[in-house]
């Protein structure tokens, strides 16, 4: 077992397969110490298959909890916790959805309080790494956005003498979730699902020169899939596609891409990115 520790703040159950799956199966795999941090169970989500459409806000949260253990388990993940423990924030749903103002959301979580909750677990795992999204929440949701707030505010105040319980712990490096447009091009009006046009269309996508980071984990294509398979209220899987439930195909990536927000670079491989989120770490 390796010394290397990696936290991934993610916003609902699927978003650590979707977005992360492969690396996280890839570190998992090489003995690092793997943490996921979910921050809703998801209450919110639209359900695919219809025999599970009776499932709605709590009863559709806990069946997602189950879900996103299997997704754990396939990614050879052993430790996961819920910000704050399970149901303390839930799913806001989409950005103008009437869920947004509900004051037990994530979205109307004092980003704060949400932060000291997120700094007791990084004082506790001790991550050299943390893995989020971007400020926009990688394609605008409000909970992905205020993720991003939460995890910033963390990796910030987690080495504060002043701040919160625990022993500080000062983070090396702060990633962004990312996908470079480039890798996109290819499912352009392809697929068994619906397709699209345009790259744009996708509605996510950063310019190739945002990227700082391609973790090539090819070897843990099949994690990664099984972990997408063990969301099935939320996603559909027809390799190298998947669709959620607006039924948009889009391919899935065993590369996966990030941007370094904060912490030093590390060596790059031969497109000029780094190749693993561990370089350069004391």
């Not at 505010?153 to 003498?161: G, I, K, N």
Request: net charge negative; aromatic share 8%.
């Amino acid at each position: 077992m390796s010394d290397l520790r990696i936290m991934f703040v993610h916003a609902h159950p699927d978003d650590e397969s979707i977005e992360t799956g492969a690396t996280m199966a890839k570190y998992a795999a090489e003995g690092a110490h793997v943490c996921l941090v979910t921050c809703t169970r998801g209450e919110e989500g639209e359900v695919i298959p219809a025999d599970l459409r009776d499932l709605a806000g709590d009863r559709l949260g806990k069946h997602r909890v189950g879900e996103l253990a299997r997704a754990c388990a396939a990614l050879g993940v052993d430790d996961h916790r819920f910000l704050g423990g399970a149901g303390r924030w839930r799913d806001s749903g989409m950005m103008g959805a009437p869920s947004n103002d509900d004051p037990r959301c994530f979205w109307q979580a004092d980003p704060d309080e949400a932060a000291a909750e997120l700094v007791r677990v990084v004082r506790e795992v001790r991550p050299q790494v943390i893995v989020t999204y971007d400020d926009n929440g990688f394609y605008g949701h409000p909970d992905h956005i205020q993720a991003h707030r939460v995890a910033w505010r963390a990796f910030h105040q987690a080495p504060d003498t002043s701040f919160g319980e625990g022993e500080p712990w000062r983070p090396s490096r702060f990633y962004a979730t990312a996908v470079p447009m480039s890798a996109l091009e290819d499912a352009v009006g392809r697929g068994p699902f619906d397709r699209v046009g345009s790259v744009g269309e996708f509605g996510f996508g950063v310019p190739d020169e945002q990227v700082t980071t391609r973790i090539e984990a090819g070897a843990h294509l099949e994690a990664k899939l099984a972990a997408m398979r063990a969301h099935p209220t939320q996603i559909t899987v027809e390799r190298p596609f998947f669709a959620l439930s607006n039924n948009v195909g889009q391919p899935v990536l065993a590369a996966e891409y990030y941007t370094l927000l904060a912490g030093e670079p590390g060596i790059p491989g031969e497109d000029g990115r780094e190749t693993g989120l561990f370089h350069a770490v004391a």
